[in-house]
């Protein structure tokens, strides 16, 4: 074997364990910036209005949908839906969900009442009076992985 043929050999040798601790280094840093991680959540709507009232129409939007419906009575309320999203760590977006309910009151002094749940926790409730009801609610649902 030459001597210069040695001297590189050596050199290699050497330089191998860095060349792979670095490698190590860019792989593992890369893979938990790709990581997306799955983040749920339990999304329900409700309508009420007072005794001898009509809920006429519903509004919703829901699984990225815009969902109109035609109802008839004092209450309605939605499936529960469940809304994903997938992120990265520290990654945060809102999402804002909305209800409208229209209704005939049986008077001026009757209510109508919507509402937004969250993971089954009320988070947004709107109450209007009259006899030609209009209710509207809106929230923002973040969605959010620490």
């Not at 190590?24 to 840093?29: E, I, R």
């Not at 005794?51 to 939605?78: F, L, R």
């Not at 509402?115 to 969605?143: C, H, M, N, P, W």
């Amino acid at each position: 074997m030459t001597k210069q043929r040695k001297v590189f050999q050596k050199i290699a040798v050497a330089f191998l364990p860095l060349l792979l601790i670095g490698l190590f280094a860019v792989v593992t840093s890369c893979h938990g910036e790709e990581e997306k991680y799955e983040v749920a959540h339990k999304i329900m709507f409700k309508a009420e209005a007072s005794a001898g009232s009509n809920i006429t129409h519903i509004t919703h939007n829901g699984k990225g949908e815009v969902n109109q419906i035609d109802v008839s009575g004092t209450t309605w309320t939605s499936p529960e839906i469940t809304e994903t999203n997938r992120l990265r760590v520290g990654e945060s977006v809102n999402w804002t969900k909305t209800v409208i309910a229209d209704a005939i009151g049986a008077n001026t002094s009757s209510t109508l009442k919507v509402q937004i749940y969250v993971d089954g926790v009320l988070k947004k409730e709107v109450i209007t009076t009259g006899k030609a009801l209009t209710s509207r609610a809106d929230y923002d649902v973040e969605f959010k992985v620490n």
